[in-house]
């Protein structure tokens, strides 16, 4: 039975064409010590009807040295469960590999993932990177989960709405890994966050919008988010960004799913980029604000800021 997406002959041909790529770099910008390891958010895959969650970001990373892995973990569900199956998935890399550790990067929902494989087993993980995580929480989930919970018609359409697409998506992307979608977004809620901070502290800020620990137990804690729900009007997926943004009180900054201040964790790179909630992971297609920094660079220029602090 297929377990993940990232199977075993896919993360060997991952592996063996990033062996090859790395030893042909001149420059070795982003060859870092440590493989890194993409965990993509709520309703993620590796890739649906063609296209990639992280899309070119992997090749990209490659071209200076990086060996890259894509985690597939179930698309809905509480962040314990997905780093359950994350650490399963680490470990093969591991072996693989050859390395003693990997460097995480998790996209929303993959925030509160990779934190808790940090968490749990900072044996094997050596720094986790949170592209505008729901780390303490975000708006969206609490309208949601309080309009579900007060009223049982918009409950019952809310939760077979977002079982079917969560069904969907496991599908389309070929993954049998277990869903549970509405427990997913109530993990997100800012009530459910603190819980889960208290349990897993490692990076998150005392204050409301400051900087984390930048090491905690040994793993590094790094943090980037947009704050911008429209970047490019020939983005098809800017109406979800936009309407989501509606949840937030006015003048509050946001993604369209997050606010940027919820989402620092540790060292906080910028929490200000005028990207979307996907333009953060290059979507859609790599359409973005021609003013901004490029979604890519903002990548290169991470993994570079790993491989320089050893990482």
Known sequence: MKKYLLM???????????????ETMTTGYTETKYP?????GFLGFEQLVGVDYWYKIPE???????????????????????????????????????AEKVNLIGH????????????????????????????KGTVVADTLMEWSDNSEVFGDAFEVFISGISQFISFASGSDLPLAPVESVRSMTTEAS??????????????????????????RYYSWAGAKPLTNI???????????SQFFPEGVANDGFVDPCTSNLGMV???????????????????????????????????????????
């Not at 997905?82 to 072996?95: D, F, K, N, S």
């Not at 094997?124 to 505008?132: E, F, K, N």
């Not at 020939?234 to 989501?244: C, G, H, R, V, Y």
């Open 194 to 219: 603190i819980v889960f901070n208290a349990a897993h502290p490692g990076g998150i800020p005392d204050s409301e919008c400051g900087e984390g620990d930048y090491e905690y137990n040994g793993v």
């Open 269 to 311: 790179i910028r929490n200000d980029f005028a990207m979307t909630h996907l333009d953060e992971v290059n979507q859609m297609l790599g359409l973005h604000a021609i003013n901004e920094t490029d979604p890519l660079t903002v990548f290169r220029t991470h993994a570079n800021r790993l491989k320089n602090a050893g990482l």
């Open 108 to 135: 929303s929902h993959g925030g509160p993932t990779t934190r808790y494989a940090g968490s749990v087993r900072p044996d094997i993980v050596a720094s986790v990177s949170s592209i505008s995580g729901v780390n």
């Open 60 to 98: 990209t990373l490659q071209q200076d040295g990086a060996e890259v892995f894509i985690a597939t973990v179930s698309n809905t569900n509480y962040p314990e469960v997905r780093g359950e199956q994350l650490i399963e998935q680490i470990e093969e890399v591991l072996a693989i590999t050859g």
């Open 8 to 22: 075993a002959s896919a993360i060997f041909a991952f592996s063996a064409e990033t062996h090859a790529m790395s």
């Open 36 to 40: 890194i390891v993409l965990v993509h």
């Open 234 to 244: 020939l983005d098809p997926l800017e109406p979800i960004t936009i309407a989501f």
